[in-house]
């Protein structure tokens, strides 16, 4: 009898908080709130039958993690801007297809704050692909606004659970695993370089800070620098995905895994776009910004490089050879 009733309290505490307990925890708890009295000994052992998953984590020091879960691409596209090189005037934005990896979109520009700007992002994005997803996470920033309801616009004539506004998701960055995830892997890859070739130009004072300045950087490196963005989309694309035990999501290459999935147990999970209906929105969007950010800026800065009949530069020291120029003929 004490064994059934000691059974019964133990399997009412797994089923909710309770299960993160160890046997001594659990000894206390059954004490406390169900006023049983036993020896330690018992709880492990029951503890061993009724939850052996949970004690063989414990044993080996392993937290027990939420697995991500997708039914196939175009399920959820996780979007998120970068900001490390912002302090040196270029912005990024970035999104991703939660089942498959792929990145579909890599873009760099003078900002990433403007409403207008990630929604032409967005549509561009929809427009090569053909549909767009049944789902979009983003942060709580002010700049996905327009995004979003584009997102919602698109969905607001279907009937399945998460249609209309249900189709866009407002989270914390923290929660947008996807997206703030493969960021780390950008940063060590790509943007480390970048960073520290942008802060030895600021600790030689090159570069100060200023809105000219910025326009500047941006003028200059902007075109390889968006190059290397796709040239490094492509290589992430097409790079193969270890198997990860924990995963749900299954393993290769994101280009396959994002037109195939029916190789790996998935379904496309997107919707078809008329192309008219993306034209109708791409008109109502405002104008953007030049890519230098500052339309007078931009055009000083071309007649400048026409007169002294600089190059174009096709890497970053040629790069760096013309930013210093122009710094020194337009007196910055």
């Given at each position: ?17 309770g ?10 708890t059954?004490q ?18 009724l ?7 414990r ?31 270029i ?10 990896r ?6 760099s ?7 207008a700007?990630?929604?032409q ?23 996905n ?56 130009l ?38 193969t ?14 280009e ?36 230098c ?13 026409r ?17 210093l ?8």
């Amino acid at each position: 009898m004490l064994r059934w009733t000691l059974n019964s309290a133990i399997r009412t505490e797994l089923n909710g908080s309770g299960q993160l307990l160890g046997y001594r925890a659990m000894w206390q708890t059954l004490q406390q709130t169900h006023s049983l009295t036993v020896r330690r000994d018992n709880v492990m052992q029951a503890l061993r039958f009724l939850n052996p998953e949970r004690v063989s984590l414990r044993h080996r020091r392993r937290f027990f993690r939420r697995s991500y879960c997708a039914a196939g691409p175009n399920q959820v596209w996780h979007a998120d801007g970068y900001d490390k090189l912002k302090p040196f005037g270029i912005a990024i934005s970035g999104c991703i297809d939660g089942y498959s990896r792929r990145l579909m979109w890599l873009s760099s520009g003078s900002t990433n704050n403007n409403p207008a700007v990630i929604a032409q992002y967005y549509l561009q994005c929809v427009s090569n692909c053909g549909v767009f997803p049944a789902r979009l996470r983003t942060d709580c920033g002010t700049e996905n606004g327009d995004m979003a309801a584009i997102q919602c616009s698109l969905r607001e004539d279907h009937t399945d659970e998460f249609a209309g506004p249900l189709s866009h998701m407002y989270g914390t960055s923290t929660a947008n695993q996807r997206i703030e995830s493969w960021w780390s892997i950008f940063r060590k890859q790509r943007t480390q370089f970048w960073m520290d070739l942008f802060s030895d130009l600021r600790d030689r004072h090159y570069f100060n800070g200023t809105h000219e300045h910025k326009c500047l950087v941006r003028y200059v490196f902007l075109g390889i620098f968006q190059k290397e963005l796709d040239e490094h989309r492509e290589l992430w694309n097409n790079h193969t995905i270890r198997p990860v035990r924990q995963s749900l999501c299954p393993s290769g290459k994101p280009e396959t895994m994002y037109h195939l999935p029916h190789r790996f147990g998935g379904r496309d999970c997107g919707f078809q776009v008329d192309p008219q209906v993306l034209q109708e929105f791409k008109d109502l969007l405002p104008p953007t910004n030049s890519l230098c950010g500052d339309d007078d800026l931009q055009a000083y800065f071309a007649n400048l490089e026409r007169q002294s009949q600089l190059a174009p530069p096709i890497n970053w020291p040629a790069a760096v050879d013309n930013y210093l120029a122009l710094k020194e003929m337009a007196g910055l």
